[in-house]
Structures are given as C-alpha cells and as structure tokens.
C-alpha cells in the first residue's frame, strides 16, 4: 500500500491530489490518504471533500507516545532555531502515530506532497522503523522553511514541479541529481475539454482567473491592465474566481478603476463550476508574483480547455507554454505588456483560436494526470525496490 501524505487535507487546491489518488487506483495501487491535520470543514468546495476527509486519516492530534530517535533528529537541526525546535516535539508524536498506523494498515511506502513540515514527520516515522518515503516540492526552497538537507537526507527520491526546482535542490541541498523527478501534478484532459465556442466578436473578450484573493497572485496588476486595454477601446470582462485576505483590497481597486461593471469576483468555486468558467471564456490570465508558483494546476486547466493564456513569467511557466506558441509570457508587474496581450487578444479572434488550439495540444502531450501519475508511480519503484501495484511482488529487479 502506498500512503499519501498531504497537509490539512482537503483544501480548496487540492483538487489534483485528489486526482492523483483516483489515477493511482485506476493502475492498481492501493492508497491509503494522510494528512497532518483536519482543515476546517468549510475548506474545500469540491464536490470529493467529504469523503477525503472520511477516507483520511489525520496524525495530528496524535493518538500515540514515544519516539526518542526522531526527538534526536529533531533537535540536531541546524537551521531551525532552537525555540522552534522545542515547538517541533509535536511533530515527533505526529510521527509516532503515522509510524503505528503505517504498521496498522500495512503501508510500504510514503510519498509527500511538502518539504516543509510534513517532510519532517515523514523522516522521523521512517527513522522510527516506518516505511521508505519520498517527497514532492511545490515552489522555491525558501517557502518550504530551512533544514531541507535533514528533510531530503533519508528520502528515497523526489519529485518536483518544474525542472527550475530540480536545480533547486542540487544547487542548495546538494541531493543527487538522478535521484529527482522534474513531473506536473496533472489533471483530467478529457473532463477539461474545450467547448464549441466561435471564434468571437473583433474588440471583445472575456478574461478569467482561478487563483485565490492573496497578494502574491498579482490580481491587482491584472485588473490595472484591463482598465488600460478598455481605455484602448476594447470591450474586455473579466471575471476571477477565488476567494482569499486580498478580497477588499481588490474590491477597493475595481471601484478606483471604475471597473465594476466589468470585473466580477465569484469567490470560491468548486470544479464543475471551474470549467463551466473556463469554457465560457476566450483567454486566460496569471498574473502572479514572487515566489512560490511552480507548475500552475489552473494554468494547466486552462490550457486544456483550449485557452491561450496571459501569463508571468513565474516558476515553471516558461516550461509550461511558449510565447506566442500557446499563449503570452509577460514580465511580472508588468500592466503595460499585460494590457497590450489583452488588446491584440480582443482584436484578433483568429489568433485567441490558433493560441488556444496549440495549447490545448500541449495540456495532452504533458499535462495529462494518468502520464504524470505514472511517472512518478515507476519513479519511486525504481529507487524503493517495491512493487506498489496490486498483485506484484514485494520488490522489483530493475536493469
């Protein structure tokens, strides 16, 4: 059996660890899901919340006592201030209690879905006896706190969103190269397909995002640059669906820009109602900033559904999509070039089509959950020895 370790689990975007899960089933591995906590149960809209929530079991608040190995590892950490330290013995109860239930249940192998304090547990379960694991980094090193070398050191492999934090982790932690999987996290490409759309009125478009209300996701930028291409004359709308601490700063900035008739904020959404946005929309747009964006799951479902994108240069987009192949690349903070790609996108419908075709083509050939979730499944086969599908021997013998 294969544990899936994920924090606060569900939240409202881990919808594609829910898919992973399902692609996983479907090749014939049993799953058992984990997680750190149990998030507040208005956290996820998604229609699978409920049962993940009943399916998972949570290691905090822990059920179990002991575990003076992994009270060692943690206190020889030498990036984590001391004071944190002595907050962490928390985290060697959590890891207790996952060690007892992966002996319960009969899991093999854990693979986590964060470097940050997830990753700890993990390593102080495996130091206890527990199972191999492995680990998924999501963004920049530095949003997943310090003491990654500790974290990674008895990994068996890592997987990472991006091949600019495969560099990452060699250059900063100095783990072997080989032994880290560049992957996507992936999605449906058949649930998200394009619609029969036409292809649309010269000097009109409709935009959309799928982003939570938080600073770092540039929304502000965004909104400044639809008030630039309207001021060219475009007939632009733009519609965000998510909800997060930015809501009234946001709000605040559609009024200054005389925008509400024009910008529209759904709050939360759950999945269907996700592609019922993106299907009814001609482009979409990230304009995100910072640090922590990696491989954008909606980018990847806008792609899929034929849209081109307006998107930062951020993570791994640049991977992700080629300027003017499948969409735009723009500078982050950039109102201007943001503005401009809206323009040439209302005013050019036949270019929205030609875009939003190619990067549809491109969500197939690599986006596609059932490919991703394979790789990383023969990824950690490969360096574990085990065999997770049902059926299979203990171990496999690799060339």
């Given amino acids: ?122 390593a102080m379960c495996n130091i206890l006896g527990g199972p191999s694991y492995s680990l998924t980094l999501h963004g920049d090193l530095p949003v997943y706190g310090v003491d990654h070398a500790a974290k990674m050191a008895r990994a068996a492999c890592i997987s990472c969103d991006g091949p600019h934090l495969k560099e990452q982790i060699v250059r900063e932690v100095g783990y072997p190269a080989e032994k880290i999987l560049p992957n996507w996290m992936g ?35 965004a909104i400044a640059a639809v008030r630039k291409a309207v001021d060219e004359g475009c007939d632009v709308r733009y519609t965000l669906a998510g909800e997060g601490p930015e809501r009234a700063n946001i ?75 499948e969409g735009m690349l723009i500078p982050q903070e950039d109102e201007a070039k943001l503005a401009a790609g809206f323009v040439r996108l209302a005013r050019e419908p036949a270019l929205r089509q030609s875009l939003g075709a190619a990067a549809r083509r491109r969500a197939v050939s690599q986006f596609d959950s059932a490919a991703t979730t394979r790789r990383l499944l023969e990824f950690i086969e490969l360096h574990t020895g085990l065999s997770l599908r049902e059926g299979a021997g203990s171990s496999t013998v690799k060339a």
């Fill in 1 to 122: 059996m294969l544990g899936i370790l994920v924090p606060e689990f569900p939240l409202q975007t881990h919808i594609f660890f829910w898919r992973e899960m399902a692609a996983l089933k479907q090749m014939g591995v049993p799953v058992a899901m984990l997680s750190t906590r149990r998030p507040p149960e208005n956290a996820c809209r998604h229609e699978f919340a409920a049962e993940a929530r009943r399916q998972t079991h949570y290691v905090y608040p822990p059920s179990a006592f002991g575990g003076w190995r992994a009270l060692s590892y943690l206190m020889k950490l030498k990036e984590t201030p001391l004071s944190k330290r002595l907050r962490g013995v928390g985290l060697v109860l959590c890891a207790k209690d996952l060690y007892l239930h992966c002996r319960r249940v009969g899991i093999r192998h854990i693979h986590v879905h964060s470097c940050a304090d997830a990753a700890h547990v993990a």
């Fill in 187 to 221: 999605l449906d490409t058949h649930q998200f397909s394009p619609s029969q759309r036409s292809e649309g009125q010269v000097g009109r478009l409709q935009l959309a995002t799928v982003a939570r209300l938080d600073a770092c996701k540039g929304h502000r930028f």
């Fill in 251 to 325: 709000e605040r900035l559609i009024q200054q820009l005389r925008l509400s008739d024009r910008v529209q904020l759904l709050g939360t959404r759950g999945e269907s109602e996700v592609l019922e946005l993106l299907r009814r929309s001609d482009a979409f747009v990230l304009s995100s900033v910072g640090m922590g964006e990696a491989g954008p799951i909606s980018l990847m479902e806008a792609m899929s559904c034929g849209l081109p994108a307006v998107c930062s240069i951020i993570g791994a987009t640049p991977q992700m999509l080629t300027d003017g192949v």
